[in-house]
Structure formats: structure tokens, C-alpha cells
């Protein structure tokens, strides 16, 4: 836990008698829970405060304030005055117009400079172009003279096994290959029959 303390005072000087509200977001932390629950801080007679906090995001509010709730940063350790937490919030308060968080992170980058390539352009373009100009070996398509004569043999080589007829048929018959292994046309058979049919006379 982080002790804040501080001394309250109006414009005038005058210790405040109004309390000061501390709360945070639901969240966890090691310990366990940190429920979304105001907690009341009441200032004494000269206007100072104490309260013990979780380390983490917390917010602030001032009774009779009009500008809502402070976001502030608890550290984890030491025992900061509530008005150095206040302060470190006001650098960049939340509703900052996006061009000064633009302006803020451009000139923290300036400050604190990425080491190595980092996310500089010059080095993305330079690897972008890197890729394009790779270059890989074209498919030619060339005439596969070797597999078109390994196929003709196979075709060949089946043709011989096919015994040819002595006689060329008609039209409508069909090549029968017979028991014997002879081959002859014949008409179209319309029952079983001991013979193989391997083809047909087109007309």
C-alpha cells in the first residue's frame, strides 16, 4: 500500500472542510479485488489528508469540484503528496486533443529512439523491394519426347498380344477372341457363348 497525503486549501488560504473522494476501476491485483467503491477522505481542522492506497490506476474527486473525476497513477512505493500524482495526470489529461497525444508520442520517439531497424520506413521499403526484386527459375514447357515414346511402346506392345483376324469383317461385327486364341468377326451374339469380345466394326 502507498500512503498519499496532502494539504487542501482554497484560493484564500482557507484549510477545506469538504472531503476528498478516492476510487478506481474494478480490477485485480496480487492481493485480490479492488471494487469500483468511492472511498471518503475527510481533511482535519488545517486541511490535511491521509489515506493509504492500492498501487495502480485510482481516481480523485473534490467535493463541489465541477470537472469530474482525476485520473491519477498510484506508485507502488514511497509517499507521494496527492498533488505530485494530480500533476503527473495534467501532463496529459485524458480529454487531450489527439493532435497534442500525436504531438507527445512524435516527440517522446525523438527523445528515445528506437535501437536497430525498428519500425523506420527507410528500412520496411528497403526489405519490401528486397522481396519484389527475388528471382525465381521459370517453368519452361518442353516436348516430353521420352514419355510419348514410352507410350507408343506400351500401345504397341499391347496391339501385339491381340491376335489379328484372317479375314476383315463387316460392318456391325465384332472381334471375338476365342478359347483357342484366334480371333475372327462375327455377328453381334444374343446368348452366352465360350468367346471374349475385344471390339466392333464401325460403320
Not at 519484389?132 to 516436348?143: P, R, T
Request: cysteine-free; overall charge negative; glycine content about 10%.
Amino acid at each position: 500500500m502507498t500512503v498519499v497525503s496532502d494539504n487542501i486549501r482554497n484560493i484564500a488560504k482557507v484549510p477545506s472542510g469538504s472531503s476528498v473522494w478516492f476510487s478506481s476501476d474494478l480490477r485485480t491485483t496480487d492481493a485480490g479485488i479492488v471494487e469500483p467503491k468511492w472511498q471518503e477522505v475527510k481533511p482535519d481542522a488545517s486541511g490535511n489528508i491521509t489515506v493509504d492506497l492500492t498501487p495502480g490506476p485510482a481516481k480523485v474527486r473534490f467535493g463541489g469540484a465541477l470537472a469530474g473525476d482525476l485520473h491519477i497513477i498510484v506508485p507502488a512505493t514511497g509517499t507521494p503528496t496527492l498533488r505530485s500524482l494530480i500533476s503527473a495526470a495534467l501532463l496529459i489529461p485524458p480529454d487531450s486533443p489527439v493532435e497534442l497525444l500525436l504531438a507527445a508520442v512524435e516527440q517522446y520517439f525523438v527523445e528515445n529512439p528506437v535501437e536497430g531497424e525498428g519500425l523506420d520506413q527507410t528500412a520496411v521499403d528497403a526489405r519490401v523491394k528486397a522481396v519484389g526484386d527475388q528471382n525465381y527459375a521459370s517453368i519452361d514447357l518442353v516436348d516430353d519426347v521420352a514419355g510419348k515414346a514410352d507410350a507408343q511402346a506400351t500401345a504397341d506392345a499391347l496391339a501385339a498380344r491381340v491376335p489379328k483376324p484372317s479375314a476383315a469383317g463387316s460392318s456391325g461385327q465384332v472381334l471375338a477372341l476365342a478359347s483357342n486364341g484366334a480371333t475372327q468377326w462375327i455377328d453381334p451374339p444374343t446368348g452366352g457363348g465360350g468367346s471374349v469380345y475385344v471390339g466392333a466394326v464401325e460403320e
